[in-house]
Every structure is written in structure tokens, then in C-alpha cells.
Nanobody
Framework: QVQLVESGGGLVQPGGSLTLSCAAS????????MGWYRQAPGKEREEVAR????????HIVDSVKGRFTISRDVAENTVFLLMSSPKPEDTAVYYC???????????????WGKGTPVTVSS
């Protein structure tokens, strides 16, 4: 089976920085893309950033563009989210998301991590 495990969440001060990591493990045949979503209290889950695994092309939503950076380590099947100059409104549970073809299937499926909380506060 495929698993996504996030790490790196916690408390960060406005204007500071925090890096989230998400490692994919299990019987993976191919990773197509990985990314991050977030869900703030009382709000719907929203996409933050994604990266195409083969090319490294990235997409960052406007609300965090210029402050957040997504990157990957292909050898380690790991995606990162560098949160620079976070704001209180970035407080949310951050979820890792991936589109992966496992070795047991001929098609790709979407996988989710359990989430890691991030609180931006002084």
C-alpha cells in the first residue's frame, strides 16, 4: 500500500519560516504529482501548491505566491513546502496530496496524508 507521512508542522511566528515535509512510501510504481492542501477552522480544504514529479513544474495559489515554495526530492519520494513570512491567516492543518500509481494497479489513485497542524502566531 501507499502511505503519505507529513512532518514539520508546529508554531511559527509571523515573518518567520517553517518547512513541511511529506514522504511517500510503499509499493510505488510511479508518482505523477505531489502537493499540499490546507484546511483552516470553519473553512473548506483548499489547494496550496503542487509539483509535477517528472518535470518539477510547480503551481502555487495566489494567496501564498511569493511566500511559499514547493520542491521535491525525487530519490526520497519527498515533497517540501517552505513557508516564508507566514501570516496568521495561514494557520491551518496542512495535508499532503499525491497522485500515484502503485505497483498493484494499472492506474493512478489519489492519496492523502493525515495532516500536520500549523499555527502562525506571535
Amino acid at each position: 500500500q501507499v502511505q503519505l507521512v507529513e512532518s514539520g508542522g508546529g508554531l511559527v511566528q509571523p515573518g518567520g519560516s517553517l518547512t513541511l515535509s511529506c514522504a511517500a512510501s510503499g509499493r510505488i510504481y510511479s508518482i505523477w504529482r505531489m502537493g499540499w492542501y490546507r484546511q483552516a477552522p470553519g473553512k473548506e480544504r483548499e489547494e496550496v501548491a503542487r509539483i509535477t514529479w517528472s518535470s518539477g513544474d510547480t503551481h502555487i495559489v495566489d494567496s501564498v505566491k511569493g511566500r511559499f515554495t514547493i520542491s521535491r526530492d525525487v530519490a526520497e519520494n519527498t515533497v517540501f513546502l517552505l513557508m516564508s513570512s507566514p501570516k496568521p491567516e495561514d494557520t491551518a492543518v496542512y495535508y499532503c496530496n499525491a497522485l500515484i500509481t502503485p505497483v498493484t494497479a494499472d492506474w493512478a489513485s489519489e492519496y492523502w496524508g493525515k495532516g500536520t497542524p500549523v499555527t502562525v502566531s506571535s
